[in-house]
């Protein structure tokens, strides 16, 4: 007979565009991880690179936050998630590229609906320090050339770097305004 019942793994779901991934979302995922034992990251909007909102490839970002979440005492999986442009079924296409989730945590009022009519237990994440941790924050320091790597964990600006994110971000903005 066995003595020890086995308890089955807690995984949270948290999706982002991480355009690029920030302090601010670092922040709501070390505090994730001290709640669950496993983290599906969702790298939404997988199929937009090059552009002005959208610099990163899904790839750079699988990397980004990859190299991020080793710092963090997790088991975690990195899934690039295209648009799908149907939000009634959004979460269904979710489910179909993740391992299976028991709770969602998000601040996104849209997610946070579309999950709880799917019947998937959803939480808010708070929003840390927002003024200064924001994607379009970050991207227009990049443009003009501000200093932008203290924003982002040290692998985030290590990533950047080895793609020459920063001429290409400079670059798809000028295209757009010349
Ligand atoms: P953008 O300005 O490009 O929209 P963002 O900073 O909002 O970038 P997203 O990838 O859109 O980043 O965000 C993913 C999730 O992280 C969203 O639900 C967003 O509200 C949340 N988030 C963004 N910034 C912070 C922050 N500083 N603290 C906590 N959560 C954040
Ligand atoms: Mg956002």
Request: hydrophobic fraction near 40%; glycine fraction near 6%.
């Amino acid at each position: 007979m066995r003595q020890r019942k086995e308890r089955r793994i807690s995984r949270a779901f948290y999706i982002g565009r991480f355009q690029p991934y920030h302090i601010g979302h670092h922040t709501v995922l070390s505090s994730i991880a001290d709640q669950v034992d496993e983290i599906v990251v969702g790298i939404g909007s997988a199929q937009r690179s090059h552009e002005i909102e959208n610099p990163f490839t899904a790839g750079e970002r699988v990397v980004m936050i990859s190299r991020s979440l080793k710092d963090l005492d997790i088991d975690y999986y990195v899934i690039p998630i295209e648009d799908i442009q149907r939000n009634a079924v959004w979460v269904s296409h979710v489910k179909s590229m993740t391992p299976h989730f028991d709770l969602a945590y998000t601040n996104n009022p849209l997610v946070f609906r579309l999950f709880e009519e799917a019947g998937i237990r959803v939480q808010r994440s708070p929003m840390y320090q927002r003024e200064t941790y924001s994607g379009t924050a970050i991207r227009e320091r990049m443009i003009a050339g501000v200093g932008w790597d203290h924003l982002v964990p040290v692998a985030v600006a290590r990533t950047i770097e080895e793609v020459g994110g920063i001429e290409r971000l400079q670059e798809v903005a000028r295209d757009d305004v010349e």
